[in-house]
């Protein structure tokens, strides 16, 4: 199969100009004033013609040229990228994160580092003053809002990658092509990449070509094509020895896309660098908190940060993230349940729901104690 398979109407029209063949102009009709023998017959150019009508005429010349019918592959990678996580996108469990992570205004807008700003004053009434707290307010919500949980993405098997071989063009490059769809109105998992490689398969690129060749032709100020080195694992762990985790998860967030193995496997790693620190404040009030809560409910590890909850008095939170523990370590029919119990609680009174709280907190408590006495059945009970 020939190169000429993936040429689209605009490579073809492309091939033309190259070759320098000249459109095809129609003769007008030759007014009466040429009817004389010393006056040649004018015709009117491409450039003389009306807009509509240079179009139409550019569309015969590119049908003309359009050369055989482009042959098109399904895409395999569609469908593979872009799946939540299990119950991350539900009401019930969004609800429940949004209630556990806390607004401190002060941690949210902290000055960035080696940027200090000096600080604004001004005059405001009392209206005004609710007015620029609400707004402020608002602003830190929106700086809170959580990095979606996606799962890995599927790369395609070695066997189905393989679309043709060619062996009659082996040896003729001694470098893989790409070929890439670089058309603007698809979606990045819509694109075809293909990759021939030096002995002359023609093969589907894996994600990591994909992503380079994706950021070579759409660049993202915030993504390099290379990562830093700052994703090396030695200096992955000096930057989370010095308590730099929100900075390594921003880092992260930023450069790699939200199902990628290069950020599902970094993000666990700072998880549980704060795990066995029990460093949790550090992310507190974070837009990276209720990710983390997810992933240790999710692990079956929340025991740590529900004694941190405890120490600083926040009971409904500590409330809140048993009942979230329990929602995702259930099988799956009784974890839905528990989702869309959860979403009831909105309607409850905050009277009735600090009651429940209370009352939750304490069955969490014996929990807990069974699991220092005797470590099986108190598993025995929580999976129950």
């Known amino acids: 199969m020939s190169w000429s398979c993936f040429a689209s109407r605009s490579a073809s029209c492309l091939a033309s100009i190259c070759k320098r063949e000249p459109l095809h102009v129609v003769p007008s009709v030759v007014s009466t004033s040429c009817r004389k023998s010393h006056y040649s017959p004018r015709y009117i150019t491409l450039e003389e013609r009306e807009p509509a009508e240079q179009d139409r005429m550019v569309r015969e010349q590119l049908e003309d040229t359009a050369g055989p019918e482009v042959v098109k592959f399904p895409n395999p990678y569609a469908g593979r990228s872009g799946k939540v996580a299990w119950l991350s996108d539900h009401r019930g469990v969004k609800k429940t994160l949004d209630r556990i992570v806390t607004v401190d205004l002060d941690k949210v807008f902290a000055p960035r580092i080696n940027r200090p700003r000096p600080p604004r004053f001004m005059l405001a009434t009392d209206e005004q003053l609710d007015v620029l707290e609400e707004a402020v307010l608002d602003r830190a919500m929106d700086l809170l809002n959580r990095p979606p949980i996606y799962l890995q993405r599927e790369n395609i098997p070695e066997d189905e990658r393989l679309i043709q071989k060619n062996p009659e063009i082996d040896g003729y490059a001694n470098a893989k092509v790409v070929v890439i769809n670089v ?200 999976s129950a």
């Open 183 to 382: 058309d603007n109105d698809l979606q990045d998992d819509e694109r075809h990449v293909y990759v021939r490689q030096e002995n002359g398969d023609l093969e589907h690129a894996d994600y990591d070509v994909r992503d380079r060749m994706l950021l070579t032709y759409f660049r993202l100020d915030s993504r390099r094509i290379f990562p830093e080195p700052v994703f090396h694992p030695v200096t992955v762990q000096k930057v989370l020895g010095m308590g730099r985790h929100k900075e390594m998860l921003d880092r992260i967030f930023l450069q790699f896309s939200g199902d990628s193995s290069q950020y599902i496997n970094l993000t666990e790693q700072v998880y549980e660098d704060v795990y066995c620190r029990g460093c949790y404040e550090v992310l507190d009030s974070t837009c990276h908190f209720g990710n983390l809560i997810y992933y240790l409910c999710r692990e079956g590890r929340w025991q740590g940060v529900y004694h941190y909850f405890k120490s600083k008095n926040r009971v409904c939170q500590a409330a809140d993230l048993y009942r979230l523990a329990m929602t995702l370590t259930k099988n799956e029919r009784e974890s839905k349940l528990l989702a869309d119990y959860l979403v009831t609680l909105e309607d409850i009174p905050q009277a009735e729901k600090e009651l429940m709280d209370r009352e939750l907190v304490m069955e969490a408590e014996k929990l807990l104690g069974k699991a220092e006495e005797d470590p099986t059945e108190a598993a025995t009970e929580e």
